[in-house]
């Protein structure tokens, strides 16, 4: 039977010392007491809080992480509008996936999960398109691509939730998909062959999770995405990312395209609506009333130029929200907190955001919120040290520089705002200590793997 004892630890209730945690041999938690002796339990000498969901990955993308900021050459810029952007880089995915087999999904997908572990990630929902061979045709088990993901997953020892996605058109609503897309591609018949096999692979898998994703209005039709919101289950979905994604979608439907949703799907608390960078006061208002989440990933839609989330008029309708890595140009959950703040500080030229006269620490807050927001979205008992969830842990060295003299919320908002190392000291997934000293215990071995991947992929 896992036990573990924590100095102290962030329990529903509040920061307590000396906590008891005990797991069953599955990996889910028993107790959590405070005030308790050691006895004979592992001890965690630092500061523990649960491990943090990242609501959204396409683990593939880690592998062009850096290999797609260069100046895009004149005909690319031409044919997007003269700039660089969203969609500039979009013709550089497409042309970097090409290239990818199963083996090298799975050892990038590897290589990703320890990196988002060694930060305090303990589990990942992973928005998987990239489904088929290089020219569109399905491999023999259709599912390869995604059950790549999950071995990768088992391997590295995080959780996952699999949200295989319909991707069909290349615009709203029916424009023919371009020629790069064609690995993505599916039909509903081929799209539920992929879903129930993966739903075969993870039965009875404590450490797996099942959702759907169809991939946006532009990728799928409004019959389709009727189809899929009958589904008892997390329901993921790209939403007014960029500019010229709601352009088009006004142009074409006469609505925003979070406005579009609500309008048209049965939004409540199975829905992540992913980035909605743009809305409007009155989007963001009605979105927080239907219970949905919105995913955030800060880092990734700075990288991408997308903008600057509304977060002051869905914060004031207590809209809930999470946080992904998404393209992982970053793979820290801190550093997506701290992204979301910044920017929020940048943009309306004030300080303490994520803040409010009874909550005063931001660290805190956004924590809490990527705790609640990533776990109601990733089909998983995940979010919390307490009886019946997972027993995924995080601790942090309060002996690290960035940490050093501080306890409590202004620990956490030091973690968030100070410094460029980590202080993550161990990590406990599922009742089994995954991170050691700040180091995943398969460390070199998964590297290895994702460097001959590499090697291949850049050659």
């Given at each position: ?69 260069r100046r895009s050459p004149p ?96 615009g709203i609503f029916g424009k ?230 501080l306890e409590g919320d202004t ?49």
């Open positions: 039977m896992p036990r573990f004892h924590a100095a102290q630890a962030l329990l529903p209730s509040g920061w307590v010392r000396d906590v008891l945690v005990e797991a069953d041999d599955a990996g889910t938690i028993l107790s959590a007491s405070p005030d308790s002796p050691a006895a004979d339990a592992v001890r965690l000498s630092g500061v523990v809080i649960p491990g943090v969901p990242n609501l959204h990955s396409h683990a593939f993308q880690r592998a062009m992480a850096g290999l797609a900021e005909d690319a810029r031409d044919a997007e509008g003269g700039e660089d952007s969203f969609w500039t880089w979009r013709q550089t995915m497409y042309r970097f996936v090409g290239r990818m087999t199963p083996e090298d999904a799975e050892a990038v997908a590897a290589q990703l999960y320890v990196e988002c572990l060694e930060w305090g990630f303990t589990n990942v929902a992973e928005f998987h398109y990239l489904h088929h061979q290089p020219d569109g045709t399905p491999y023999a088990a259709p599912a390869e691509m995604a059950l790549r993901h999950l071995e990768a997953a088992r391997l590295a020892g995080i959780g996952i939730t699999l949200l295989p996605s319909l991707y069909r058109h290349g023919e998909p371009a020629p790069g897309q064609r690995r993505f591609l599916n039909d509903l018949d081929g799209y539920w062959r992929i879903v129930e096999d993966v739903r075969s692979a993870i039965a009875g898998d404590a450490q797996a999770g099942l959702g759907l994703a169809p991939h946006s209005l532009r990728a799928v039709t409004p019959a389709m995405l009727a189809e899929l919101a009958s589904f008892n289950g997390p329901i993921h979905i790209h939403a007014a990312e960029q500019l010229r994604e709601v352009a088009e979608c006004e142009a074409a439907t006469g609505a925003r395209p979070v406005q579009w949703l609500l309008d048209h799907a049965p939004l409540d608390a199975r829905w992540c609506l992913i980035h909605s960078t743009h809305m409007t006061d009155a989007e963001a208002m009605a979105l927080a009333a239907t219970g949905a989440v919105v995913g955030l990933c800060p880092t990734t839609e700075a990288s991408l130029g997308d903008g600057v989330f509304n977060y002051p008029a869905y914060a004031k309708a207590k809209g809930r929200f999470g946080f992904g890595t998404d393209s992982h140009v970053g793979t820290s959950p801190r550093d997506e907190m701290r992204q979301l703040e910044t920017s929020q500080r940048l943009a309306r030229h004030v300080r303490s955001v994520a803040t409010d006269v009874a909550r005063p620490h931001p660290g805190l807050n956004l924590l809490k919120a990527a705790l609640a927001g990533g776990a109601q979205v990733s089909a998983r008992a995940i979010g919390a040290i307490t009886p019946g969830q997972r027993c995924d842990l995080v601790e942090l060295d309060p002996d690290h520089p960035a940490l050093a003299g620990l956490l908002d030091a973690w968030v705002f100070s410094g460029q190392g980590n202080p993550v000291r161990s990590v406990v997934f599922g009742g089994h200590e995954v991170v050691r000293e700040g180091q995943h215990i398969r460390r070199e071995e998964i590297l290895a793997r994702f460097r001959a991947a590499m090697v291949r992929l850049s050659a």
